[in-house]
């Protein structure tokens, strides 16, 4: 609950301090003033500081910034915790305090528990603790999406709706699974020729992931496989002409060798270079003979070579990889024609999971549906019951709930929930929104505030000017409604009926005053001879005679 706002230099307030009690039996405040007072001023200033948009314009004349503060009691359940928490903001227990800075250029600023925020958080923290109402504001009302949570909340549905939320995303999960499996089947499917046609082909080649480098090498070799082969042919000449190298080499050996032991070692390193040329030599001679019987004389080996190596290239070119891919795609397209045998299986598998899906869903849905049903006749005869005080005693409020096509089912379920009234009797119902005058929209909003009072997290609520176009004892009947509301909730209201006012906890007066320089707006809690006056001035108009004070004090006899 609103337990202290704050207001620095804001439009026409200069400094404001209020304090709101919060204990049973003074739940409920009203704020009275003569049009033009300042009243939506102080509205607007308590909607900055729950995140609500900065308009341009809003600081005082002569300030540098606009500081607004609300200071909240929590319980210990409060929703705002967990949010704190999911933030990482410091949680001072059962008080929270929201504070909005907005500077004389425009910028602003944000703080929870002053700690900086954003004003996105500003507003979360917001929706959870106060439910602002005004004549032409009531969202919840006017727009039929937000009807089906109404009839959620006041039905304690939300579990058996989130039963069915899961049940919708794991239909969706399941549609999702079947659709892709399908088109990747028919997409198989249509390739099927191409990719046996393509494999055979590959097959053909039996590509290696070497081959371009190793048929490269081999052509190379080939085609100077003549010159080569005269060189080996002359290099092998030479080297065994008259007894050849090795022989030669043989022969020195054995005359050194003889006289080795004889010469005091000094023929030993000849010996030894001797051993090593007659054996490179021999290498030399062996390897020469190795390379002239590879090269071969087969006239048709380059041929296939570039026969093969050419057919790769253009493989590869045809399908777009480099030519030591060719294995890896023949490899994957293999395994393309292999699912195909077991894609249509798995296809009918997952159509019958997405089939038990969506049945499980309807299964919930209906079962939501059915109960929403029964709790709507509930919510219709909860607000009906309070009509007829607030002279709607020939309205009717009917809370209709029809079945959707299927392509317009959601997490929320297949029905679509609307609130119809009739204000006259033998009209048919209709859209809340149209039917309703704004007098009238007020009053059925408070019948149904008053239907929910005890649901919901947010504690406070402010109503302006909620008795808009009523007097006498529709007007009290509206101010009877508020205080029965207060017993479970903080009540606001912005009023402009004295029955109203007469009836609150606490009064305070919005006023404006002005010099020659300027204009200030201030709020003062009266007391009980200044609720008499502003009650017999609201009674009166602009002169207070000694009548409208009885009669105020008439009023205030009535509350007590």
Known sequence: MLRCLSIRDFVLIEKLDLTFPTGKGSRLGALTGETGAGKSILLDAFSLALGGRAAQGVVRAGATQAVIGAEFTLSDDHPAHA???????????????????????????????????????????????????????????????????TLDAFGGLQADAARVAAAWAAWRAAETARAEAAAAFEQAQRDEEYLRHAVAELDKFDPKADDEETLAAKRQLLRHGAAIGEAVAQALDGLERDKGVTGKLSSAHRLIERQAGN????????????????SEAAEAVAQLEQARES???????????????????????????????????????????????????????????????????????????????????????????????????????????DRLAEKDWSASGVDRVEFLVSTNPGTPPGPIGKIASGGELSRFMLALKVAMAKIGDVATVVFDEVDSGVGGATAAAVGERLRRLARDLQVLVVTHSPQVAALADQHWLIRKTSSRTKAATEVVALDAAGRREELARMLAGAEVTAEARAAADRLMAARA
């Open 83 to 149: 949010i704190l928490a999911e933030q990482g903001v410091a949680d001072e227990g059962d008080s929270l305090l929201l504070r909005r800075v907005v500077g004389a250029d425009g910028r602003g600023r944000a703080y929870v528990n002053d700690q900086p925020a954003s004003v996105g958080l500003l507003k979360r923290l917001g929706e959870t603790l106060v439910e602002i109402q005004g004549q032409f504001e009531q969202h919840g009302l006017l727009v039929p999406v937000n009807h089906r949570d």
């Open 263 to 278: 010469a005091a070692g000094r023929l030993d390193a000849a010996l030894g270079a001797l051993d090593r040329a007659l």
């Open 295 to 401: 090269l071969g004389d087969d006239p048709g080996a380059l041929e296939r070579v570039e026969e093969r190596l050419f057919a790769l290239r253009a493989a590869a070119r045809k399908h777009g990889v480099p030519v030591g891919e060719l294995a890896g795609l023949r490899g994957r397209m293999a395994e393309q024609l292999a699912a195909l045998d077991d894609g249509e299986a798995r296809r009918r598998r997952l159509e019958a999971e997405a089939a038990k899906a969506r049945g499980a869903f309807v299964g919930a849905a209906e079962a939501l549906s059915g109960t929403r049903a029964k709790q709507a006749a509930k919510l219709d005869k909860a607000v009906i019951g309070e009509l007829g005080p607030l002279r709607l005693e020939r309205a009717k409020f009917v809370t209709r709930i």
